[in-house]
């Protein structure tokens, strides 16, 4: 049985492996916490003095054209034994319209649930709309995000503080020029884990797990990410490390069946370790190369998909025990740097587990939760010589967060939530040829939006407030930018005809293939 010490993936202080964070990192957090948690403490609950209660709404997915609400209703009053309430299986659906006082549209579900996800489509690029989702006439109240001044329902305050909204979006433009490319961003699956959250050392963090009898969590998640992904015309999907929870073979051999669900592995999907892919002993990362790595076994590689560079990093190409900062050997380092160099103009991705940087973090940051600071400044002087790089995606702090910095500003920094819990789900990276949308999905499979209401419950309820995304733009956004040398490569057959880039489309075959071996 694997229950994974989350001390070296949450940026949690705590256990022997998490490293300590220094005072001014305490200090920070305290300074946040502590009137926040005073305020929570004092605030008045929620009162449902009807037969039902609607909450956790969320507006999780934003794009040009749609926008997918998910809320959760439950039995006021009852408790499942860990202080929530039952669920309540009953209809939903959502009012919505371009004026407050005209909710004149309406979408609903096919079925009665309690895990509600609605999603609207047709909308108009640019336009303002306001909405009330809502169950058996009672509407639903969004997840609370005040410990960090968030907003899960709109990109507008408007409605919040009211029992009920509506609430208000505005939909983005479109990225310019025609649509080339979708591919899924995702990381953070832990095969093999069976206890989400659960922090060594601290009694009242005792972590969530599955139902007696019900699929492993780690795996229902992962296989619901990899149709969903498929289902939202992903050509191709990055898994950007800790594909399991402690580099065991057998689970790693499961992470492969699942993932290659998706398609060929290094044709249709990639992946790099992560700091729990490391395994242990003398061997430690052997199992993790010997399911995904090549023939020549790199643990990082370069890949030409039409003219778009994706390259990955293996982030903890280093002695240890996986709970201290992250690094790249200097062999990798020094490939990195001349492949950056060959081609500094090409469109790039790069992906990798450990991020460069851990801003705005709710719990304290220590030095585990990132790549070291020296190597992260040298990655990042080097992605400002070569302004082909648009995109660094991680994983391992199991959050939405969008980041750029002075040094490099033409790189997003997209960390990712993890696939394994709430907010469960992937990043669709649409490439236009003058810009790109990164929109966060929901795996929306019933078990997999049951397990994310039930997981949300972890860091003794603080989950959302660091997991979701302070804001809808922490998990929805567009940039723009030339990318119009991507796709001259790609055959007709595998060309897109979705402008949106929502509908499923044959995997596009990569032209060249390069690993790791230094040139």
Not at 45 to 65: F, I, K, Y
Not at 282 to 293: I, K, L, M, N, T
Not at 401 to 420: C, I, M, N, S, Y
Request: proline share 9%.
């Amino acid at each position: 049985m694997h229950i994974t010490d989350m001390s070296c993936c949450l940026p949690v202080p705590l256990g022997p492996l998490a490293g300590i964070p220094g005072p001014r990192e305490m200090l920070r957090s305290g300074l946040l916490l502590a009137p926040a948690l005073l305020r929570s403490a004092t605030a008045p609950r929620p009162r449902h003095p009807g037969p039902l209660a609607a909450v956790h709404l969320e507006l999780v997915t934003l794009t040009e054209d749609r926008a997918v609400i998910t809320w959760h209703t439950a039995l006021p009053g009852t408790d499942d034994g860990t202080g929530r309430m039952l669920p309540a299986v009953t209809e939903g659906e959502v009012v919505y319209g371009t004026h407050p006082a005209r909710l004149n549209r309406t979408a609903g579900e096919d079925r009665p649930t309690a895990h509600h996800h609605v999603e609207l489509t047709g909308l108009e690029p640019g336009q303002t709309y306001y909405y009330q989702a809502r169950s058996q006439g009672v509407p639903a109240i969004p997840t609370a995000l005040h410990l960090v001044r968030g907003n899960a329902a709109g990109t507008s305050r408007h409605g919040l503080g009211t029992p009920g909204g509506p609430y208000s979006f505005t939909t983005p433009q479109p990225p310019p020029g025609p649509h080339l490319l979708s591919l899924a961003l995702c990381n953070d699956l832990h095969i093999g884990e069976t206890v989400a959250g659960l922090v060594a050392g601290v009694p009242f963090l005792r972590g969530v797990a599955q139902r007696t009898g019900q699929t492993p969590y780690p795996e229902l998640m992962s296989r619901a990410v990899v149709d969903e992904a498929r289902r939202r015309g992903a050509q191709l999907l990055l898994a950007a490390g800790d594909i399991s929870a402690g580099g065991g073979p057998r689970d790693l051999a499961e992470a492969r069946r699942i993932l290659d669900g998706f398609g060929t592995h290094r044709r249709d999907y990639f992946v790099v370790r992560g700091n729990h892919d490391r395994g242990a002993g003398e061997g430690a990362g052997a199992a993790f190369h010997r399911v995904f790595g090549g023939p020549d076994r790199p643990g990082w590689f370069e890949h030409d998909v039409g003219g778009l560079r994706i390259i990955g990093l293996d982030t903890y190409d280093k002695r240890g025990n996986g709970g201290d900062a992250g690094g790249l050997g200097a062999e990798q380092l020094s490939w990195f740097r001349r492949r950056l160099r060959a081609h500094r103009e090409q469109p790039t991705l790069v992906f990798g587990h450990h991020p460069l940087t851990v801003r705005e973090a709710l719990f304290p940051v220590s030095p585990a939760q990132r790549l070291g600071r020296r190597q992260a400044r040298a990655i990042l002087r080097a992605y400002a010589a070569a302004p082909g790089v648009f995109l660094h995606h991680v994983g391992h702090t199991h959050r939405n967060k969008r980041t750029h910095v002075p040094l490099a500003p033409q790189v997003t920094l997209q960390e990712v939530g993890a696939a394994k819990e709430y907010p469960g789900g992937f990043f669709l990276l649409r490439i236009h040829s003058g810009g790109y949308a990164l929109n966060f999905f929901r795996a929306r499979a019933a078990e997999a939006l049951e397990w994310n209401e039930r997981s949300r419950r972890q860091a003794g309820g603080l989950w959302p407030h660091h997991a979701l995304g302070r804001s809808v733009a922490d998990r929805n956004s567009v940039a723009v930018r030339d990318l119009s040398g991507i796709g001259r490569l790609l055959p007709p057959s595998a060309q897109p005809h979705s402008s949106q880039g929502m509908t499923a489309v044959p995997n596009p075959r990569p032209d060249v293939a390069r690993r790791g071996t230094p040139p």
